[in-house]
C-alpha cells in the first residue's frame, strides 16, 4: 500500500499528463494547457490573483528553456513554490492559535 507522500507523487504526475499533450507534445504543457490545468486544478489560487495575466506570468517564469511549453519538470517548480506558501500560511496560522 502507498504511503501518502508515494500517492502525492502519483497524483502530481497523473494531474501533470491529464493536461499535457492535447495540443502536442505529450511530455509539455502548451500555455492554453497550463491555463486549463490551473483553471481546473488551482482554481482557488487563481481566484486569488487581481491580475488576469497571472498564468501568463507564471508561463514565463516556468518556461525556463524558453521553448514555450512547460515539462514536468518545470511545472513541479510551481507546485513547490505554492506548497512553501501555503506552508508558511500554515505556520502563520498555527502561532496564531497560541
Same mark, same amino acid.
Given at each position: %500500500? ?6 502525492? %507523487?502519483?497524483? /502530481?504526475? $497523473?494531474?501533470?499528463?491529464? &493536461?499535457?499533450? #492535447? @495540443?502536442?507534445?505529450?511530455?509539455? /504543457? ?10 481546473? @486544478? /488551482?482554481?482557488?489560487?487563481? #481566484?486569488?490573483? #487581481? ?7 507564471? %508561463?514565463?517564469?516556468?518556461? $525556463? ?7 514536468? @519538470? ?12 501555503? @506552508?508558511?500560511? &500554515?505556520? %502563520?496560522?498555527?502561532?496564531? #492559535?497560541?
Amino acid at each position: %500500500m502507498p504511503s501518502d507522500l508515494e500517492r502525492a %507523487m502519483e497524483t /502530481l504526475i $497523473t494531474v501533470f499528463h491529464r &493536461y499535457a499533450g #492535447k @495540443e502536442g507534445n505529450s511530455t509539455t /504543457l502548451s500555455r492554453r494547457e497550463l491555463r486549463q490545468l490551473m483553471e481546473a @486544478e /488551482l482554481a482557488n489560487f487563481l #481566484k486569488a490573483q #487581481k491580475d488576469p495575466a497571472t498564468v501568463d506570468k507564471i %508561463m514565463k517564469d516556468l518556461d $525556463t528553456n524558453g521553448d514555450g511549453e512547460v515539462s514536468f @519538470e518545470e511545472f513541479v517548480s510551481l507546485v513547490v513554490g505554492l506548497s512553501i506558501a501555503c @506552508e508558511q500560511c &500554515y505556520q %502563520m496560522h498555527l502561532k496564531g #492559535k497560541k
